[in-house]
T-cell receptor, first 111, second 110 residues
Framework: SAVISQKPSRDICQRGTSLTIQCQVD?????MFWYRQQPGQSLTLIAT?????????ESGFVIDKFPISRPNLTFSTLTVSNMSPEDSSIYLC????????FGPGTRLTVL | GENVEQHPSTLSVQEGDSAVIKCTYS??????FPWYKQELGKRPQLIID?????GEKKDQRIAVTLNKTAKHFSLHITETQPEDSAVYFC?????????FGKGTLLTVNP
């Protein structure tokens, strides 16, 4: 497995602002993933982040809204841009180490 | 793309009974099927997984079966305990992309 941390653990933001979420893992991993989990719902893949290449976004998610960085093999960021109350959710990163392990999540509330 | 259906959405059992959760998938190319347990306010935790070259896998009280022909897989928990109460998610796909089922809320009554 791996030790995965996320910052911040939670935040309350005003609509129209942006929030950057950080994901740090204690070992080098090729693939990192960002998911959204809306209250009481399942996990939905936002994008896959590989170091040295552009992130791959899933249907319904676009780079302008969710820009992702992957500067090295242990770190990634997800930005939620121009937020609205509909963006209130838990955002989780995960890493692939032959199995997928999740970070603790960032609980975002947009007012 | 892959579509994963999970049933039931809620399941209540008595302590000591068995619990079975079933999932179906649509993409015959999917080769990896993990199961996650998520307690309230916590991250999803991998509890068991199975790959398409295996029909069954067991880890103590937990087992998973896979039927590639019918495109379905199931989680079996025996001798349930109150601490098994949680939401369980199945997923299907590959190491590079997973699609999750909608989850099953399992309640184990003492």
């Amino acid at each position: 497995s791996a030790v995965i941390s996320q910052k911040p653990s939670r935040d309350i933001c005003q609509r129209g602002t942006s929030l950057t979420i950080q994901c740090q893992v204690d070992s080098q991993v090729t693939m990192m993933f960002w998911y959204r989990q809306q209250p009481g719902q399942s996990l939905t893949l936002i994008a896959t982040a590989n170091q040295g290449s552009e992130a791959t976004y899933e249907s319904g998610f676009v780079i302008d809204k969710f820009p992702i960085s992957r500067p090295n093999l242990t770190f990634s960021t997800l930005t939620v841009s121009n937020m609205s109350p509909e963006d209130s959710s838990i955002y989780l990163c995960s890493v692939d180490l032959d199995e997928q392990f999740f970070g603790p999540g960032t609980r975002l509330t947009v007012l | 793309g892959e579509n994963v259906e999970q049933h039931p959405s809620t399941l209540s059992v008595q302590e000591g009974d068995s619990a079975v959760i079933k999932c179906t998938y649509s993409d015959s190319a999917s080769n990896y099927f993990p199961w996650y347990k998520q307690e309230l306010g916590k991250r999803p935790q991998l509890i068991i997984d199975i790959r398409s070259n295996v029909g069954e896998k067991k880890d103590q009280r937990i087992a998973v079966t896979l039927n590639k022909t019918a495109k379905h897989f199931s989680l079996h928990i025996t001798e349930t305990q109150p601490e098994d109460s949680a939401v369980y998610f199945c997923a299907g796909g590959s190491n590079y992309k997973l699609t999750f089922g909608k989850g099953t809320l399992l309640t184990v009554n003492p």
